[in-house]
């Protein structure tokens, strides 16, 4: 939509400030827009990306609550899955090396989510309209996945390579061992599993303060 420009009684020449204003108001939203779909400054670190994002931090104590899945491992899948990138996605197949193809799968935000198994967790979990690009809503269907993965297999909610299996192939899939024949992904797990137990001990440490509220902060 065009800006309407107001013109003065008496010179009829145009009223700018009328256009400045809601131009460093666009910029001002696309800068909120980039810093929220931007990945925190220091991905392999737990307690400075809860520093940087306390929503999240308040988002995955509600998922862990909710489920009853560590903060530690649901933080590992997603540092796995997209390095903390809300809009992520495959990369494109290329058609003769050059031209760009259809993406492998429809794998989409935090949690790299498939659209069959996104609309899966929306209906089970009651999370309706839920988005793969929030982190709040990844978090939660990570916790919920894991949560899944431990009634129906058995597995641990601190094994997060084992869980991660499950995530990557399924439960079924899990089951069947179909992972084992997939050294890429024995190795993913193998990540997965070394970034929860880092990031647990990191949260150990910083868990009391991101606790604390901004009152308690400030006066500490």
Known sequence: MKAKVKQTAISGECDHSRLIRPAWLVVGLLFVSACASSAPRNVANVCSIFEERRSWYRAAK?????????????????????????????ERNRILWILPGRRPSTAYGFAQALD??????????????????????????????NANSQRFSGIANTDARNLYY?????????QRGSYRSK??????ADRVQ???????????????????????RLNS
């Open 62 to 90: 509600a998922a862990e609550a909710r489920w009853q899945v560590p903060i530690a491992v649901n933080m590992a899948f997603i540092y796995q899955e997209s390095s903390f990138r809300a809009r992520a996605r495959p």
């Open 116 to 145: 069959s198994t996104w609309e899966d967790y929306e209906n089970r979990s009651g999370n309706y309209r839920a988005s793969r690009a929030d982190f709040a809503d990844a978090i939660d269907f990570v916790a919920w996945y």
């Open 166 to 174: 499950a995530y990557h192939e399924g439960i079924g899939g899990f």
């Open 183 to 188: 050294e890429w992904l024995l190795q993913a």
């Open 194 to 216: 070394s970034n929860a137990v880092r990031f647990d001990s990191q949260l150990a440490g910083c868990r009391s303060d991101l606790d604390k509220n901004w009152f308690q």
